[in-house]
């Protein structure tokens, strides 16, 4: 953390860079991030491999030009956060392979991005509370702003507190935020509530065609679907998915581009998705993981469910 934060002050241009079809926690470490830097006079730059304009992302009022290239000649340090994987670095890989200064901050276990500076904390529930202990590190103000993002991060990766991953330290900081001015009413209703005509649509067509077969369920979202029902995503479907009957373990693939799909995968306690996405080239955690992969769909729907359901045998053979 010394490092990193040592790296930050002397830095004069950065770039923030989220994953690929970001979640709460994503866009929040993100813009907590990008807030901090900039009461320390740094110029900032965020930066999501996404063509997602409406939903959660709305609530964050990205600037314009944030789901476009990043020219490396434009900054000295670049910022990855809750991006364990290079797979889901998106259009960006290239920039952040070669570039020197890459800062990585993250709170997955199972990763493989590369980072000349790396601060991984596992016993986390999300990126977002290590973005919180950077801001007290570095002596920040922690304003209603900054709290709201980190408040709603929480929110996300813990889904309203509900997760395994939920534990003392999440309590803590999130208590701090409300503290410090987060709209706890708000901030659960956006993310927790909400739901317009066209993502009530979206979640009829999810649930008319989940597939269930031996405690595994799944679902394929296509950019046709999205583009009928008038919606970019459907980020907590896929927890609504193992809440059904007795699933133990539950994967959402949605398509990004015309052979490039996205999954996330969800399980119940004593099965762990993490290892089901390393194999795919992805990670995360055992409850909650994902990865991206090209290819054909079909095929690659029945590759991943016969790994969660390898995954579903060996643990229950224990």
């Known amino acids: 953390?010394?490092?990193?934060?040592?790296?930050?002050?002397?830095?004069?241009?950065?770039?923030?860079?989220?994953?690929?079809?970001?979640?709460?926690?994503?866009?929040?470490?993100?813009?907590?991030?990008?807030?901090?830097?900039?009461?320390?006079?740094?110029?900032?730059?965020?930066?999501?491999?996404?063509?997602?304009?409406?939903?959660?992302?709305?609530?964050?009022?990205?600037?314009?030009?944030?789901?476009g290239d990043i020219n490396p000649n434009d900054y000295d340090t670049i910022v990855t956060v809750d991006l364990p994987s290079v797979r889901q670095t998106g259009k960006h890989y290239a920039v952040i392979s070669n570039f020197e200064n890459v800062i990585s901050i993250d709170h997955h276990a199972s990763r493989d991005l590369p980072a000349k500076y790396a601060y991984v904390d596992a016993n986390k529930s999300s990126c977002s509370e290590i973005i919180f202990d950077l801001a007290v590190a570095m002596r920040a103000k922690i304003t209603p702003q900054i709290a709201n993002y980190i408040f709603a991060g929480i929110i996300g990766d813990t889904n309203c507190f509900q997760n395994d991953n939920t534990n003392e330290n999440t309590f803590r900081v999130a208590m701090e935020c409300l503290k410090h001015g987060a709209d706890k009413n708000n901030i659960v209703f956006i993310f927790?509530?909400?739901?317009?005509?066209?993502?009530?649509?979206?979640?009829?067509?999810?649930?008319?065609?989940?597939?269930?077969?031996?405690?595994?369920?799944?679902?394929?979202?296509?950019?046709?679907?999205?583009?009928?029902?008038?919606?970019?995503?459907?980020?907590?479907?896929?927890?609504?998915?193992l809440n059904t009957a007795d699933n133990k373990i539950a994967f959402m693939v949605k398509q990004k581009d015309k052979n490039t799909y996205t999954v996330s995968l969800r399980s119940k306690e004593g099965y762990n998705v993490a290892r089901v996405a390393e194999?795919?080239?992805?990670?995360?955690?055992?409850?909650?993981?994902?990865?991206?992969?090209?290819?054909?769909?079909?095929?690659n729907i029945d590759l991943i469910y016969k790994e969660c359901l390898n995954e579903i045998n060996q643990q229950d053979a224990n």
């Open 1 to 67: 953390m010394k490092q990193i934060i040592k790296q930050l002050k002397k830095s004069k241009r950065v770039a923030i860079i989220a994953h690929i079809s970001p979640d709460p926690d994503c866009l929040s470490s993100m813009t907590a991030l990008s807030c901090i830097l900039k009461q320390f006079k740094k110029e900032v730059s965020m930066f999501v491999d996404t063509d997602s304009k409406r939903g959660i992302i709305s609530f964050y009022n990205l600037p314009k030009g944030y789901d």
């Open 192 to 241: 927790q509530k909400h739901q317009t005509y066209e993502e009530i649509a979206l979640r009829k067509y999810g649930y008319d065609n989940m597939k269930i077969k031996k405690q595994v369920a799944y679902v394929a979202f296509t950019k046709k679907i999205f583009e009928e029902c008038g919606v970019d995503d459907s980020p907590t479907f896929v927890n609504e998915m």
């Open 279 to 299: 194999k795919f080239g992805g990670g995360g955690h055992k409850q909650a993981s994902g990865f991206a992969f090209t290819g054909a769909l079909i095929k």
